[in-house]
T-cell receptor, first 115, second 114 residues
Framework: NAGVMQNPRHLVRRRGQEARLRCSPMKGHSHVYWYRQLPEEGLKFMVYLQKENIIDESGMPKERFSAEFPKEGPSILRIQQVVRGDSAAYFC?????????????FGPGTRLTVT | AQSVTQLGSHVSVSEGALVLLRCNYSSSVPPYLFWYVQYPNQGLQLLLKYTTGATLVKGINGFEAEFKKSETSFHLTKPSAHMSDAAEYFCAVSVAQGAQKLVFGQGTRLTINP
C-alpha cells in the first residue's frame, strides 16, 4: 500500500509565478490536509478537504492561495503570484474516512523556493 | 482553542542516556495527543498517539509517552538513546470528533552525542 505521495519534491519559482503542489492520498483515504512548515517552525494547518469539498480552510491565507480535491485525481494546492515569504515546506496528510481513526499519514513534502 | 508548547527547541543527550522531550498542551475538551518524528528532508512519521484509555502509551523505536491530565502534559521518553534517534520531534493535539486538523508544537531538535 503506497503512502501519501507528493510532487514535485522540490519546486523553484520566481516571484510572481504560480506554484502548483500535488498530493495523492493513501489508498482508501478520503480526507486530505495541507500544512505549511516555515524554516525553524512547526507545522501550521492550512486546509482540510474531502472529495469535492473544502471542510475547513481557516489556516489558508486570504489571498493567492487555493486548494481543491476533485472527484478524480490528486489534491492540488495552488499559490498564485508567489512571493519570497511563500518559501516553505508544504506537507500533505491523509486519513481514512472512518470517524474513529484520527491518525494522519504524512507525505514527504514539497519544498518551495521563491527566488 | 488548542495549543501545544514544547519546552526546549534543542535537546542534546549522550548515546545510551535517557531521552526526555517535554510537551504541554491546552485544550478545552479531552485531547487526542500525538508525537511525530521528522528526519532531515523527510515527512513526518507517527511515533505514538493517545486517544482514550491507558495513559502510558508505547510507540515505535522504543519511545513511550504518558498522558497526565492534571499537568496537561504528554512528555516523550526513551530509556536509552541511539544515534539513529537524532531528528526533529513534534508534539500535536487534536480535538477530534472526526478527522480534524492537528495543532503542532514548535518542535524539538534532538542531538545524540557519541
Amino acid at each position: 500500500n503506497a503512502g501519501v505521495m507528493q510532487n514535485p519534491r522540490h519546486l523553484v519559482r520566481r516571484r510572481g509565478q504560480e506554484a502548483r503542489l500535488r498530493c495523492s492520498p493513501m489508498k482508501g483515504h478520503s480526507h486530505v490536509y495541507w500544512y505549511r512548515q516555515l524554516p525553524e517552525e512547526g507545522l501550521k494547518f492550512m486546509v482540510y478537504l474531502q472529495k469535492e469539498n473544502i471542510i475547513d480552510e481557516s489556516g489558508m491565507p486570504k489571498e493567492r492561495f487555493s486548494a481543491e480535491f476533485p472527484k478524480e485525481g490528486p489534491s492540488i494546492l495552488r499559490i498564485q503570484q508567489v512571493v519570497r515569504g511563500d518559501s516553505a515546506a508544504y506537507f500533505c496528510a491523509s486519513s481514512p474516512s472512518a470517524g474513529r481513526s484520527y491518525e494522519q499519514y504524512f507525505g514527504p513534502g514539497t519544498r518551495l523556493t521563491v527566488t | 482553542a488548542q495549543s501545544v508548547t514544547q519546552l526546549g527547541s534543542h535537546v542534546s543527550v549522550s548515546e545510551g542516556a535517557l531521552v526526555l522531550l517535554r510537551c504541554n498542551y491546552s485544550s478545552s475538551v479531552p485531547p487526542y495527543l500525538f508525537w511525530y518524528v521528522q528526519y532531515p528532508n523527510q515527512g513526518l512519521q507517527l511515533l505514538l498517539k493517545y486517544t482514550t484509555g491507558a495513559t502510558l502509551v508505547k510507540g515505535i523505536n522504543g519511545f513511550e509517552a504518558e498522558f497526565k491530565k492534571s499537568e496537561t502534559s504528554f512528555h516523550l521518553t526513551k530509556p536509552s538513546a541511539h544515534m539513529s534517534d537524532a531528528a526533529e520531534y513534534f508534539c500535536a493535539v487534536s480535538v477530534a470528533q472526526g478527522a480534524q486538523k492537528l495543532v503542532f508544537g514548535q518542535g524539538t531538535r534532538l542531538t545524540i552525542n557519541p
